[in-house]
């Protein structure tokens, strides 16, 4: 069990580890597949290269599941880490709580970060679609992926945020310097006041809802006004966000073929033959199960009735927030359906993550951006993060 | 019974633009080592994002204008999923749901007349690279030089109905999409690539027979003989039920003259197409707009008939001269500086042209500055330059784009002085050097005085106005 994909020396104080999906120059990245074993990048992710110039030391590179769309990274080709009771353990929360990292770079595609910082006490964040450039990242669903970061503290992911974000001519959906700009330090900040709890997202364990109340508290206590309200189409991000992630990810993988690089079986005598064998030999099920699905769901026959109508729920849902954040400042939800997972719950519940993705899917469909936090997850309007953050900041110093 | 032909064509012109279309490769890769032309993202590797070259979306709104398209104002990119070797992303990204231009009409003239091609759209795409299969060794090697080098497809509407018209077509949308200079669709470089969709219906039906595809044809040659042989074939299946005409992709064999089936495998299959979520759609506002219509050059044959009418050229002078819109710039330069039409037609047509023939170049690579041709025509018109002189000047003019004419006139010593007293100087040695040419001459062989003339010119580095020279030659002979 190795938390670790590759371990790096470096000197400087301020270590990170960036999970397997980051391409770094002269270390391998496999983005926890056997079909890229051994792929090392001819370039490096963007953001690897800006933290760098900030002053940050690489101290290593962390597994991740399969293409980073499981739950905590129990997908992956080295295999699932997991204690002796058989929960599952997240590779960049392991080495965080070590300390041998003050933060993770993560790419959060079906909401793993999330669920990692919940379920692990950690702080983290999923930062406005388009501020953190993507050069450099494993594709999976480009429409949402996004780089995240995970710490011990909320001005950690701060000072992480000002050093990532900002405008990248290497990706196209890249947005202008001025809207990056308000995720840095020095953008004003603004006092967040109104919270809302959807309920209908409320379908976790005990220790989750505890979790949810606890925070509600202590934000009530601090004079910010909790609305508890209904609401059951931000829920359906999920169907839709499914649909979207497995079809673009089926594209996205396809490029691995066992042509140019990566996985090649031995066991081939035509073209058809190498590809079919090289893929089938090298990735998972669960990444099998969901190139089948994307590639139906992108089929003439389904591509108007599955495909363009997700396409359209996600316009519907990005309506839905804005109105909700005419009223409120975030929305409150879980994180996860619960604490901790077990191996034995996940091998004999195969789609887990296409379920349990239900709190993480609302941000990844619509690009907003969420901060997970004392094991609950805050939505707030595009651009706000740095706000979200500066609460989170304000709440741990209280706690202490 | 009496059959007709239906066409309909895909094209696909290669733009001619220095880059790739979503990376900074160079474009050009034509006889250059295979992967030289590449990097990560052609190569399709994981992690590289695609930024669209905008000068793509130009060259695609001039063609889409040129063909008289409507221009789609919002146009947005797909991708295209296939598995295949020389496809290294195993997607192409193209245009399915929002094409730059739809809509268009193309007019060709053949011996029936004229006739008006609808086309349906034109979208962009990116090229893939190439199979290159080693005999030898049995091995198959890929040259990623050409991904993402940039297309445009030209899908027309099933209008056509001959290989004359085919070819009319083929040769009009080469003619205006060179005057645009966005494409140089020459076959025989692959710069310009053909489907051909062939169906065979009885005259005046109104319904489509069967449909067959032949794919990435490359010569216009091969097309027609394809299309006689596939209408053959169509007519012979239906009249006399040789076979079941199904609807399929063939493959044109040029050398046995024939078309086969290919296998269902290599043909079958969803593309699945869906917007590549990349790529923002590109929004062309009324400035984009209005500059790339701006820019477009007036056709060929509008050229032509201003050339006649209002400058006076002969019609084999047009002719010649609109074949380029390099030409046309050039010559329509030349003269509005010379003020002389006929003068400037005169040295495009001779001078100019074999110059370019000269350096085996064509007549779309020719980068001369008409102002300095014109220039130059002044000189001669103006007794200042010989006229072999000038022709030594427009040839350094054509290595060094920086030569002005009268500075280089000047430099060389090929200005005309009309200095009298050496003209008179020369006259004397040279005439007094050849006393049995002057004998002839006053013999009444009038033509003998033109080795002396000769002579005279070249002592004098034909830096002299020829008439003077010829009188003042007289007038000494004749007074001897």
Same mark, same amino acid.
């Given at each position: 069990m190795e938390f670790y994909f590759e371990k790096v020396n470096t000197s400087l104080d301020k270590k990170i580890v960036a999970d397997d999906m980051l391409l770094t120059k002269g270390i391998p990245t496999t983005a926890g597949s056997r079909m890229l074993d051994g792929y090392v990048s001819l370039f490096e992710a963007e953001v690897l290269t800006r933290l760098t110039n900030a002053g940050y030391g690489l101290c290593g590179k962390a597994s991740v599941g399969e293409l980073a769309i499981d739950l905590l990274g129990e997908t992956s080709y080295k295999g699932a880490c997991v204690d002796e009771n058989g929960k599952i353990l997240n590779p960049v929360a392991e080495i965080i709580k070590s300390g041998d990292a003050m933060a993770g770079i993560c790419l959060d595609a079906n909401g793993y970060v999330r669920r990692a910082a919940a379920q692990y006490g950690l702080v983290s964040v999923k930062p406005t679609y388009g501020t953190v450039s993507r050069f450099g990242m494993i594709p999976v669903a480009c429409s949402g992926d996004c780089v995240s970061v995970m710490a011990e503290s909320a001005s950690a992911c701060r000072d992480i945020l000002d050093a990532m974000a900002g405008h990248d001519d290497k990706d196209g959906t890249s947005l202008p310097e001025s809207k990056c700009a308000l995720l840095k330090k020095s953008a004003p900040v603004v006092e967040i006041k109104r919270v809302a709890v959807i309920t209908d997202m409320l379908c976790c364990d005990d220790t989750v809802n505890s979790a949810v109340n606890s925070l509600v508290a202590k934000l009530e206590a601090d004079g910010i006004k909790v609305d508890r309200i209904e609401n059951d189409l931000i829920k359906k991000s999920r169907n839709a966000w499914n649909i979207l992630m497995s079809a673009e990810l089926c594209n996205n993988v396809s490029r691995y073929d066992g042509v140019k690089y990566g996985y090649r079986s031995n066991n081939f005598t035509s073209i058809d033959e190498l590809y079919t064998n090289s893929r089938t030999e090298a990735f998972g099920d669960f990444l099998k199960a969901a190139i089948l699905f994307g590639s139906d769901t992108l089929s003439t026959e389904n591509y108007m009735r599955v495909y363009d109508k997700a396409l359209r729920v996600r316009r519907l849902i990005c309506e839905e927030f804005g109105k909700l954040f005419k009223e409120y400042d975030a929305v409150l939800m879980p994180a996860c359906s619960a604490m901790a997972y077990s191996i034995d719950a996940v091998r004999a519940n195969k789609d887990m993550p296409y379920t349990e993705n239900l709190y993480t899917a609302p941000a990844s469909i619509t690009g907003l951006p969420a901060v997970a936090f004392e094991g609950v997850q805050l939505i707030c309007n595009y651009f706000n993060e740095t706000s979200l953050l500066a609460l989170c900041e304000k709440l741990e110093k209280e706690g202490k | 019974m009496r059959y007709e032909t239906v066409i309909g064509l895909e094209v696909h012109c290669e733009l001619a633009t220095d880059s790739k279309i979503f990376c900074s490769c160079s474009a050009h890769s034509y006889g250059a080592e295979p992967n030289t032309h590449v990097c990560p993202a052609c190569c399709g590797m994981p992690g590289m994002l695609p930024i669209v070259n905008k000068r793509v979306v130009d060259y695609g709104m001039k063609a889409g204008l040129m063909l008289n398209c409507h221009i789609n104002r919002v146009t947005t990119f797909d991708k295209k999923s296939y598995y295949y070797p020389d496809l290294p992303s195993a997607y192409q990204t193209t245009q399915w749901f929002a094409p730059v231009a739809v809509n268009g009409l193309v007019e060709i003239e053949t011996s029936e007349g004229k006739k008006g091609i609808r086309i349906k759209q034109i979208h962009m795409e990116e090229d893939a690279g190439k199979l290159v299969h080693d005999i030898r060794e049995d091995t198959t090697h890929v040259d990623f030089n050409r991904t993402s080098v940039p297309l445009i497809e030209i899908v027309s509407q099933p209008d056509l109905s001959s290989a004359e018209e085919v070819e009319a077509y083929l040769e009009r949308l080469k003619a205006l999409l060179r005057y645009a200079r966005?494409? &140089?669709? &020459?076959m025989a470089h692959g710069t310009m690539r053909c489907d051909v969709n062939l169906s065979v219906r009885p005259e005046g039906s109104d319904k489509l027979g069967v449909r067959t595809e032949m794919k990435n044809m490359n010569s216009i040659e091969a097309i027609k003989r394809a299309i006689e042989y596939e209408t053959a074939r169509h007519i012979d299946a239906i009249e006399n039920g040789t076979e079941v005409l199904v609807q399929e992709t063939r493959r044109w064999d040029d050398i046995k003259g024939k078309s086969y089936a290919m296998r269902s495998k290599e043909t079958a299959g969803d593309y699945r197409y869906f917007p590549d979520p990349n790529v923002m759609p590109v929004v062309i506002d009324d400035e984009w707009f209005d500059s790339i219509q701006a820019s477009l050059p007036e056709f060929p044959e509008v050229k032509r008939e201003k050339y006649t009418t209002e400058l006076g050229l002969s019609d084999y002078d047009a002719e010649q001269i609109a074949k380029s819109i390099a030409l046309c710039e050039c010559f329509e330069d030349a003269y509005s500086v010379c003020g002389n039409a006929k003068d400037a037609a005169n040295w495009m047509i001779s001078e100019v042209m074999s110059n370019l023939n000269a350096r085996q170049m064509t007549y779309d690579m020719l980068t001369l500055d008409g102002k300095a041709l014109g220039e130059l025509i002044s000189l001669v018109s103006g007794n200042k330059v010989g006229r072999a002189n000038a022709k030594k000047i427009l040839n350094a003019m054509f290595d060094d784009a920086a030569v002005v004419p009268s500075k280089y006139a000047e430099e060389n010593g090929f200005i005309i002085s009309n200095d009298t007293g050496l003209m008179d100087k020369v006259i004397k040695t040279m005439v007094e050097a050849d006393p049995k040419a002057v004998a002839d001459y006053k013999g009444g062989k009038e033509k003998a005085i033109m080795a002396i003339y000769g002579k005279c010119m070249k002592e004098l580095r034909g830096n002299c106005d020829p008439q003077m020279l010829r009188t003042k030659l007289i007038e000494y002979i004749n007074s001897l």
């Amino acid at each position: 069990m190795e938390f670790y994909f590759e371990k790096v020396n470096t000197s400087l104080d301020k270590k990170i580890v960036a999970d397997d999906m980051l391409l770094t120059k002269g270390i391998p990245t496999t983005a926890g597949s056997r079909m890229l074993d051994g792929y090392v990048s001819l370039f490096e992710a963007e953001v690897l290269t800006r933290l760098t110039n900030a002053g940050y030391g690489l101290c290593g590179k962390a597994s991740v599941g399969e293409l980073a769309i499981d739950l905590l990274g129990e997908t992956s080709y080295k295999g699932a880490c997991v204690d002796e009771n058989g929960k599952i353990l997240n590779p960049v929360a392991e080495i965080i709580k070590s300390g041998d990292a003050m933060a993770g770079i993560c790419l959060d595609a079906n909401g793993y970060v999330r669920r990692a910082a919940a379920q692990y006490g950690l702080v983290s964040v999923k930062p406005t679609y388009g501020t953190v450039s993507r050069f450099g990242m494993i594709p999976v669903a480009c429409s949402g992926d996004c780089v995240s970061v995970m710490a011990e503290s909320a001005s950690a992911c701060r000072d992480i945020l000002d050093a990532m974000a900002g405008h990248d001519d290497k990706d196209g959906t890249s947005l202008p310097e001025s809207k990056c700009a308000l995720l840095k330090k020095s953008a004003p900040v603004v006092e967040i006041k109104r919270v809302a709890v959807i309920t209908d997202m409320l379908c976790c364990d005990d220790t989750v809802n505890s979790a949810v109340n606890s925070l509600v508290a202590k934000l009530e206590a601090d004079g910010i006004k909790v609305d508890r309200i209904e609401n059951d189409l931000i829920k359906k991000s999920r169907n839709a966000w499914n649909i979207l992630m497995s079809a673009e990810l089926c594209n996205n993988v396809s490029r691995y073929d066992g042509v140019k690089y990566g996985y090649r079986s031995n066991n081939f005598t035509s073209i058809d033959e190498l590809y079919t064998n090289s893929r089938t030999e090298a990735f998972g099920d669960f990444l099998k199960a969901a190139i089948l699905f994307g590639s139906d769901t992108l089929s003439t026959e389904n591509y108007m009735r599955v495909y363009d109508k997700a396409l359209r729920v996600r316009r519907l849902i990005c309506e839905e927030f804005g109105k909700l954040f005419k009223e409120y400042d975030a929305v409150l939800m879980p994180a996860c359906s619960a604490m901790a997972y077990s191996i034995d719950a996940v091998r004999a519940n195969k789609d887990m993550p296409y379920t349990e993705n239900l709190y993480t899917a609302p941000a990844s469909i619509t690009g907003l951006p969420a901060v997970a936090f004392e094991g609950v997850q805050l939505i707030c309007n595009y651009f706000n993060e740095t706000s979200l953050l500066a609460l989170c900041e304000k709440l741990e110093k209280e706690g202490k | 019974m009496r059959y007709e032909t239906v066409i309909g064509l895909e094209v696909h012109c290669e733009l001619a633009t220095d880059s790739k279309i979503f990376c900074s490769c160079s474009a050009h890769s034509y006889g250059a080592e295979p992967n030289t032309h590449v990097c990560p993202a052609c190569c399709g590797m994981p992690g590289m994002l695609p930024i669209v070259n905008k000068r793509v979306v130009d060259y695609g709104m001039k063609a889409g204008l040129m063909l008289n398209c409507h221009i789609n104002r919002v146009t947005t990119f797909d991708k295209k999923s296939y598995y295949y070797p020389d496809l290294p992303s195993a997607y192409q990204t193209t245009q399915w749901f929002a094409p730059v231009a739809v809509n268009g009409l193309v007019e060709i003239e053949t011996s029936e007349g004229k006739k008006g091609i609808r086309i349906k759209q034109i979208h962009m795409e990116e090229d893939a690279g190439k199979l290159v299969h080693d005999i030898r060794e049995d091995t198959t090697h890929v040259d990623f030089n050409r991904t993402s080098v940039p297309l445009i497809e030209i899908v027309s509407q099933p209008d056509l109905s001959s290989a004359e018209e085919v070819e009319a077509y083929l040769e009009r949308l080469k003619a205006l999409l060179r005057y645009a200079r966005v494409a &140089e669709c &020459e076959m025989a470089h692959g710069t310009m690539r053909c489907d051909v969709n062939l169906s065979v219906r009885p005259e005046g039906s109104d319904k489509l027979g069967v449909r067959t595809e032949m794919k990435n044809m490359n010569s216009i040659e091969a097309i027609k003989r394809a299309i006689e042989y596939e209408t053959a074939r169509h007519i012979d299946a239906i009249e006399n039920g040789t076979e079941v005409l199904v609807q399929e992709t063939r493959r044109w064999d040029d050398i046995k003259g024939k078309s086969y089936a290919m296998r269902s495998k290599e043909t079958a299959g969803d593309y699945r197409y869906f917007p590549d979520p990349n790529v923002m759609p590109v929004v062309i506002d009324d400035e984009w707009f209005d500059s790339i219509q701006a820019s477009l050059p007036e056709f060929p044959e509008v050229k032509r008939e201003k050339y006649t009418t209002e400058l006076g050229l002969s019609d084999y002078d047009a002719e010649q001269i609109a074949k380029s819109i390099a030409l046309c710039e050039c010559f329509e330069d030349a003269y509005s500086v010379c003020g002389n039409a006929k003068d400037a037609a005169n040295w495009m047509i001779s001078e100019v042209m074999s110059n370019l023939n000269a350096r085996q170049m064509t007549y779309d690579m020719l980068t001369l500055d008409g102002k300095a041709l014109g220039e130059l025509i002044s000189l001669v018109s103006g007794n200042k330059v010989g006229r072999a002189n000038a022709k030594k000047i427009l040839n350094a003019m054509f290595d060094d784009a920086a030569v002005v004419p009268s500075k280089y006139a000047e430099e060389n010593g090929f200005i005309i002085s009309n200095d009298t007293g050496l003209m008179d100087k020369v006259i004397k040695t040279m005439v007094e050097a050849d006393p049995k040419a002057v004998a002839d001459y006053k013999g009444g062989k009038e033509k003998a005085i033109m080795a002396i003339y000769g002579k005279c010119m070249k002592e004098l580095r034909g830096n002299c106005d020829p008439q003077m020279l010829r009188t003042k030659l007289i007038e000494y002979i004749n007074s001897l």
